[in-house]
């Protein structure tokens, strides 16, 4: 069984901290993917990397980063946390073989910006 | 850029029942098709996709859903409700025409069943 694991799932840190959060893959999926969920909103896509070294911007980047240095751990980073990053992160991963392969998700990170 | 939608954000039936939870994608290139189930403070799991092969697919816990390509469906469906079945669900959509590896997520229908 693939198994994608953050490292925390659950986070409380304060306004203007950077934080981190690691996310690691143990199917050698190319693919990684950082997303948020927040009620009503479903998930929307915040980075994707397709390659170490390599990232895209998602649908909703700002105030994010991301780091991918090898190619099991893709690692979503809040430059200056804010009270609206308050929400759940997910992270998936999946092969690159055309947008036929499912994604593979962890089990979160709640994270609370006080 | 694909989409998808779900009916109803929050659908309730009884022990036994049907569950039919609505997605329609908008695409004029029938894309893969996804549903992903989450159980409270969990990750999304999968459950079934629809890849171009048949086109009623059955996935697990006993849950299924069928492509209609005339209607740009693709429900979900599950004859007999169990309690179990209390969680959210997503559909997801990748675009088949550009091959990217992206999926596309509707805002989830969160299932209530009753006892």
């Known amino acids: 069984d693939v198994k994608v694991t953050q490292s925390s799932r659950y986070l409380v840190k304060r306004t203007g901290e950077k934080v981190f959060l690691e996310c690691v893959q143990d199917m050698d999926h190319e693919n990684m993917f950082w997303y948020r969920q927040d009620p009503g909103l479903g998930l929307r896509l915040i980075y994707f990397?397709?390659?170490?070294?390599?990232?895209e911007k998602g649908d909703i980047p700002e105030g994010y980063s991301v780091s991918r240095e090898k190619k099991e751990r893709f690692s979503l980073i809040l430059e200056s946390a804010s009270t609206n990053q308050t929400s759940m992160y997910l992270c998936?991963?999946?092969?690159?073989?055309?947008?036929?392969?499912?994604?593979?998700f962890g089990d979160g990170t709640r994270l609370s910006i006080l | 850029a694909q989409s998808v939608t779900q009916l109803g954000s929050h659908v309730s039936v009884s022990e036994g029942a049907l569950v039919l939870l609505r997605c329609n994608y908008s695409s004029s290139v029938p894309p893969y098709l996804f549903w992903y189930v989450q159980y409270p403070n969990q990750g999304l799991q999968l459950l079934l996709k629809?890849?171009?092969?048949?086109?009623l697919v059955k996935g697990i816990n006993g849950f299924e859903a069928e492509f209609k390509k005339s209607e740009t469906s693709f429900h979900l469906t599950k004859p007999s409700a169990h309690m179990s079945d209390a969680a959210e669900y997503f559909c997801a959509v990748s675009d088949k025409q550009t091959g990217a590896n992206n999926l596309f997520f509707g805002t989830g229908t969160r299932l209530t069943v009753i006892p």
């Open positions: 998936a991963s999946s092969y690159p073989t055309g947008g036929n392969q499912p994604q593979h």
């Open positions: 990397s397709y390659d170490v070294k390599m990232k």
């Open positions: 629809y890849t171009s092969a048949a086109t």
